[in-house]
């Protein structure tokens, strides 16, 4: 059985950091491509970032301030989120699949977490 469990969510300042880490069971990890998505209160879910067996894909509005990277060894992928800012304020997935394409383009992963809510205060 596939697992992806989320952690690090939290209450961080703006301005402040938080480092997300998604840790998966089941599935032959270093194969698999690896990405976030959040849902802001009352928005539909949006892609953040990914990360296939090297490449890294953002969502434009995330570029320069968060940056994806796995740990093979570890089964994890982690979303290092910097200079936070109130909107950033979302519940954050973690989401598998076999291609990168899910993640980036149909935003159909196979998988997915049950999230970690991540709240950022002005």
């Known amino acids: 059985q596939v697992q992806l469990v989320e952690s690090g969510g939290g209450l961080a300042q703006a301005g402040g950091s938080l480092r997300l880490s998604c840790a998966a069971s089941?599935?032959?990890?270093?194969?698999?491509?690896v990405g976030w998505f959040r849902q802001r209160p009352g928005k539909e879910r949006e892609f953040v970032a990914a990360?296939?067996?090297?490449?890294?894909y953002y969502a434009d509005s995330m570029k320069g301030r968060f940056t994806i990277s796995r740990d093979n060894a570890k089964n994890t992928v982690y979303l290092q989120m910097n200079s936070l800012k109130p909107e950033d304020t979302a519940d954050y997935y973690c989401?598998?699949?076999?291609?990168?394409?899910?993640?980036?383009?149909?935003?159909?992963?196979?998988?997915w977490g049950q999230g970690t809510q991540v709240t950022v205060s002005s």
């Open positions: 989401a598998a699949d076999r291609s990168s394409r899910s993640l980036t383009t149909t935003l159909l992963p196979q998988y």
């Open positions: 990360i296939g067996v090297i490449t890294t």
């Open positions: 089941g599935l032959p990890f270093s194969t698999y491509a």
